[in-house]
């Protein structure tokens, strides 16, 4: 399947419509891209304007959840869509849902940057956890990237290949929360200054969670395969076979 398929019928306006959709959704993907990119940026520099900032779009990244809505309402009331037209229109909702969660995200990790700066304790940048957090939070916003350029090409393999990434951050992730769960037990370290890493941590993980539920919606909007379900080994061999085409 390519993009140019969804604009082969009869009628102007209604391929339109099914273009709009696609516009729509790179737009707000776009934006979230921006937000999150300005977020590593606030941590990295503790910058506390940068940080509301990236607070402030998230109004926008709102708005566009609910133009996408409206877009995916209108082709269902005037064209009645079917098959694959059908799945842009279902995967159109699960992706803006998923974005609109990223951007919420993100701005769990800016409080961060602000909560910090309140409290003056900067030096919790050189807690354990702190760079890991930034490194979680640039791969997450390239998964970001990755995911809408397969979005754009409807590319399996680009799609299996985030999927793939999100199971590494996975992984970092896990061992990232074991060393800082352990400084809790040392009396010198600030608790708060832990819990708010531990909040921003797991932010950013999810993050990584709704770019994999992204690719996996592409994967259901090109061959009609639910992934949700499937079991690892199961994933495993069908990640295999998508790269292998």
């Given at each position: 399947?390519?993009?140019?398929?969804?604009?082969?019928?009869?009628?102007?306006?209604?391929?339109?419509?099914?273009?709009?959709?696609?516009?729509?959704?790179?737009?707000?993907?776009?934006?979230?891209?921006?937000?999150?990119?300005?977020?590593?940026?606030?941590?990295?520099?503790?910058?506390?304007?940068?940080?509301?900032?990236?607070?402030?779009?998230?109004?926008?990244?709102?708005?566009?959840?609910?133009?996408?809505?409206?877009?995916?309402?209108?082709?269902?009331?005037?064209?009645?869509?079917?098959?694959?037209?059908?799945?842009?229109?279902?995967?159109?909702?699960?992706?803006?849902?998923?974005l609109e969660r990223m951007g919420d995200e993100v701005v769990k990790i800016s409080r961060l940057v602000l909560r910090l700066a309140q409290s003056g304790k900067l030096d919790c940048q050189n807690?354990?956890?702190?760079?890991?957090?930034?490194?979680?939070?640039?791969?997450?916003?390239?998964?970001?990237?990755?995911?809408?350029?397969?979005?754009?090409?409807?590319?399996?393999?680009?799609?299996?290949?985030?999927?793939?990434?999100?199971?590494?951050?996975?992984?970092?992730?896990?061992?990232?929360?074991?060393?800082?769960?352990?400084?809790?037990?040392?009396?010198?370290?600030?608790?708060?200054?832990?819990?708010?890493?531990?909040?921003?941590?797991?932010?950013?993980?999810?993050?990584?969670?709704?770019?994999?539920?992204?690719?996996?919606?592409?994967?259901?909007?090109?061959?009609?395969?639910?992934?949700?379900?499937?079991?690892?080994?199961?994933?495993?061999?069908?990640?295999?076979?998508?790269?292998?085409?």
């Open positions: 399947m390519n993009r140019k398929e969804f604009g082969t019928h009869v009628s102007a306006s209604y391929n339109q419509y099914l273009e709009d959709l696609f516009n729509q959704i790179l737009e707000m993907g776009s934006l979230v891209e921006r937000q999150l990119q300005s977020s590593v940026l606030s941590v990295q520099n503790a910058d506390s304007d940068l940080a509301r900032e990236v607070i402030q779009l998230d109004k926008l990244v709102n708005r566009e959840e609910m133009e996408i809505d409206r877009l995916c309402v209108r082709v269902l009331a005037r064209q009645q869509p079917t098959a694959s037209d059908l799945r842009l229109i279902v995967s159109s909702i699960r992706i803006a849902v998923d807690l354990q956890g702190y760079k890991q957090l930034v490194e979680i939070s640039s791969r997450a916003r390239e998964m970001l990237k990755n995911v809408l350029d397969a979005f754009t090409r409807l590319d399996l393999s680009g799609a299996a290949a985030v999927i793939e990434e999100e199971e590494r951050i996975d992984e970092l992730f896990a061992v990232v929360m074991e060393e800082v769960t352990e400084r809790f037990k040392e009396t010198d370290h600030d608790v708060e200054c832990l819990l708010q890493l531990v909040y921003a941590l797991r932010a950013a993980e999810r993050i990584t969670d709704h770019a994999r539920n992204i690719a996996e919606t592409i994967i259901y909007l090109v061959n009609g395969q639910d992934l949700r379900n499937m079991d690892d080994d199961a994933l495993a061999e069908f990640l295999l076979s998508i790269q292998a085409k």
